[in-house]
């Protein structure tokens, strides 16, 4: 577990990554930022106490330590006033989308979603049979007055939405952060419509800058709106730990549902450790240092673009998160780019998968610039640049 030697390289390929490429497409946090001698600390230490805390069920709501310990950390940083009730710990934000739609919505219902919007949460609304209706977004985020015309045609058709899906801060894939007056015009939306804000918020601790919009669930008061949590992309994703924000009603509906009853709460024996892991202070202190990292890392990619890319291709400049957006010029279909790319040995995450209506991001990519090492980053964006020059001749 100490030997870290495989770090990134060949024989080490998580997810989708093929070997000896270079995966420009991975939205995971890369090796070498994961904090793994802390955490090998921290599980010796666990099996040295009540070991069998490890390996029972858990509570449903999830490791009271851990909630206690988000809880307090939520009122410090962000002046909430939230208590125990309004938080539960999940499998990875991934299980709380899931979640959320298995007990808000039934096949056939309506939701909202930013265009583009994550890919794997159209996925998981696809895999339900969810009718989404797609709001396109600009800078400032998803753009309200769409938002109104679309929800005035749901009106009339009487097929008011569900709830709105978003990632509001360092959006992926477009690194875009929704503003504030966006937010609260939104609130108030919610409310004459009548539906429930989940907002994805898994990239608001990596940021480069001091100041980011309050969240919606602060916002709102905590009314009527979900808000999703992980330690996957602070700490790292095989974990598999995340949490829920809500009220007090909403929490005591999930944990009640027949999943936590059956399986106990959200993997208890991770739970745990990290639970210890961030009551003695690591965690806060690694998200500090992990910010550092990864603007270094931002400031690679777009140094790299502005030097590689020709003048008819633009991107987007990401404040946090993982992802820059990058749009290519009208000629150039992004299947047909992908295709001689990963002939190159270089991926990227086709802009396409992140639309309702996959047309919309033909001409788009998304670069993620955690994780892979600079050179590899640069070597990329060369390949690339070097591609949308060939492509471009008469
Ligand atoms: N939501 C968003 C917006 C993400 O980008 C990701 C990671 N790709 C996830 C959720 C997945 O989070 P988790 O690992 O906590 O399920």
Redesign the pocket.
């Given at each position: 577990m100490n030997d870290q030697s495989d770090s990134n390289s060949a024989q080490s390929t998580p997810q989708g990554v093929v070997a000896g490429s270079i995966p420009l497409f991975a939205?995971?946090p890369s090796h070498d930022l994961i904090p793994i001698q802390d955490f090998q600390r921290t599980v010796e230490s666990a099996f040295s106490q009540n070991v069998w805390r490890l390996f029972d069920y858990g509570d449903e709501q999830g490791n009271p330590d851990l909630i206690q310990f988000l809880v307090e950390r939520f009122n410090q940083r962000e002046h909430l006033n939230i208590t125990s009730d309004n938080l539960m710990i999940?499998?990875?934000?991934?299980?709380?989308?899931t979640m959320i739609t298995n007990l808000l919505t039934q096949a056939g219902d309506t939701i909202l979603v930013d265009s583009p919007s994550?890919r794997?949460?159209l996925h998981i609304f696809r895999d339900h049979h969810i009718d989404m209706r797609a709001i396109p977004i600009d800078e400032g985020g998803v753009i309200v007055a769409e938002m109104v015309k679309t929800l005035e045609t749901l009106k009339a058709e009487n097929r008011l939405p569900k709830f709105y899906y978003v990632?509001p801060t360092f959006?992926?894939p477009t690194g875009i952060t929704l503003s504030q007056a966006r937010r609260e015009a939104i609130i108030e939306l919610s409310q004459q419509y009548g539906f429930v804000i989940v907002e994805?918020d898994?990239?608001s601790e990596i940021r480069f800058v001091d100041e980011i919009p309050p969240s919606f669930f602060g916002l709102a008061g905590g009314k009527n709106a979900l808000r999703?949590g992980?330690?996957?992309?602070t700490l790292s994703?095989g974990l598999?730990?995340?949490w829920l924000l809500g009220d007090t009603e909403q929490i005591q509906r999930f944990v009640t549902s027949g999943k936590l009853r059956m399986g106990g709460g959200a993997n208890p024996f991770t739970a745990k450790i990290v639970a210890d892991y961030c009551k003695s202070g690591a965690w806060d202190t690694h998200i500090e240092w992990l910010r550092g990292q990864y603007q270094t890392r931002r400031d690679v990619a777009l140094t790299a673009l502005k030097q590689h890319m020709p003048d008819s291709v633009t991107w987007t400049y990401p404040q946090g998160g993982?992802f820059i957006w990058v749009t290519l010029p009208e000629h150039i279909h992004v299947a047909d780019f992908e295709k001689i790319a990963n002939q190159n040995d270089v991926y990227f995450a086709s802009g396409m998968g992140f639309y309702v209506n996959p047309d919309d991001g033909k001409h788009n990519l998304r670069l993620s610039f955690s994780f892979v090492p600079h050179d590899d980053m640069k070597r990329g964006i060369v390949v690339l640049g070097q591609l949308v020059k060939e492509l471009s001749v008469e």
């Open positions: 939205g995971h999940l499998a990875g934000s991934t299980g709380g989308v994550y794997d949460a990632v959006q992926n994805d898994v990239y999703l992980t330690f996957s992309k994703p598999r730990m995340g993982y």
